[in-house]
């Protein structure tokens, strides 16, 4: 399969949906040390190109998923196979802003938890990453970081029970699920059946839960399917109002679901995406401030800046400069 290279040049969005942002991947990160495991970082690399495969034979649009292996120091990084990929270093993907971060596993793994520059970077990575996911020892690593598990954002409920059988290989297992679950929040159930079926069918049944019949909605459901709706809707004139309504639900249990679902009010929501699409065609794209935010919901450049001001601390054109010669540093490099 093939993974990103910074000659794109493409800077990512972090919360950008494939429906509502054509053209911007979202951007999965997987970090390597020598030893690690094919069956664990390599299938779920193998998943996520399944399913630019699968959804690019139905509709043909861009890829929604772009995967890029990091490490340390960049170069190549032996599998327990022997094999070797080759990879880009974590410093040099800073102005990346990930959706999902896997930490692989490894026996260089171990042998970097006292590396200060790694730690560093995991630490500001989950900051600002939707989710963390650890494989095998990089659950050791983000041990070192201070980073707990909690830290993870809730998934929808799989309502997966725990079998007598499970093994220390299930940390691969749990990867490869988040994976099928990011799938299945992007680009719908079908999708995410397909894929599971052609890269897992060993723990299909396993899986099976996964997929279970979108029709019968729990509120829980609802509030992950109104979460894609704000996404796919970010640029119009929305309201947390139209969102419940559109998912049958009474605005007041729509709110307190959403937010114990997904720790964060709807218009706090909607405003992050927001954000994200517009740092997305601010560093992108040449169109003026105006037109950016109109672009994407925000009415007019004079209350894009102070949003800007508010939650980043410069306002829009700052933002566009300081980050465009950050990337074209690194890509010069």
């Known amino acids: 399969m093939t993974y990103a290279a910074f000659e794109d040049r493409d800077l990512p969005a972090t919360l950008s949906a494939k429906k509502f942002a054509p053209g911007l991947a979202r951007q999965v990160g997987l970090v390597l040390f020598d030893g690690f495991s094919l069956l664990g970082t390599g299938m779920v690399a193998e998943v996520l190109q399944l399913a630019n495969e699968i959804a690019a034979a139905d509709d043909g649009g861009e890829p929604t998923y772009r995967v890029w292996l990091l490490s340390v120091r960049g170069g190549g990084i032996a599998c327990s196979s022997s094999l070797e990929l080759a990879t880009i270093a974590i410093d040099a993907a800073s102005q990346l802003h990930f959706d999902a971060v896997y930490i692989g596993g490894g026996r260089s793994a171990m042998q970097a938890l006292e590396d200060i520059r790694l730690i560093a970077w995991l630490r500001r990575v989950v900051a600002t990453t939707t989710e963390v996911r650890a494989i095998g020892h990089g659950q050791r690593l983000l041990e070192a970081a201070g980073i707990e598990t909690a830290r993870v954002v809730p998934e929808p409920p799989t309502h997966v029970a725990s079998t007598a059988d499970d093994t220390p290989g299930d940390d691969h297992h749990e990867a490869l699920k988040s994976a099928l679950m990011m799938i299945r929040r992007d680009l719908g159930v079908e999708i995410a059946r397909k894929v599971g079926e052609r890269a897992l069918p060993s723990i299909s049944t396993r ?21 894609r709706w704000l996404e796919e809707n970010c640029e119009r004139p929305i309201s947390v109002g139209d969102a419940a309504q559109t998912f049958a639900m009474s605005e007041r249990n729509y709110l307190r679901c959403f937010k114990l679902e ?14 994200e699409l517009t740092c997305q065609l601010l560093v992108n794209t040449d169109l003026p401030v105006d037109k950016v935010a109109r672009r994407c919901g925000m009415r007019d450049g004079d209350r894009l800046s102070k949003i800007f001001r508010n939650r980043l601390g410069v306002s829009p054109t700052e933002y566009r400069n300081r980050h465009r010669v950050h990337a074209d540093n690194v890509i010069g490099q």
């Open 262 to 275: 997904l720790g964060v009010t709807p218009s706090d929501y909607l405003l992050q995406v927001r954000l």
């Open 207 to 227: 899986l099976s839960a996964l997929f279970a019949d979108a029709t019968r909605a729990t509120p829980a459901d609802k509030v992950w399917a109104s979460a």
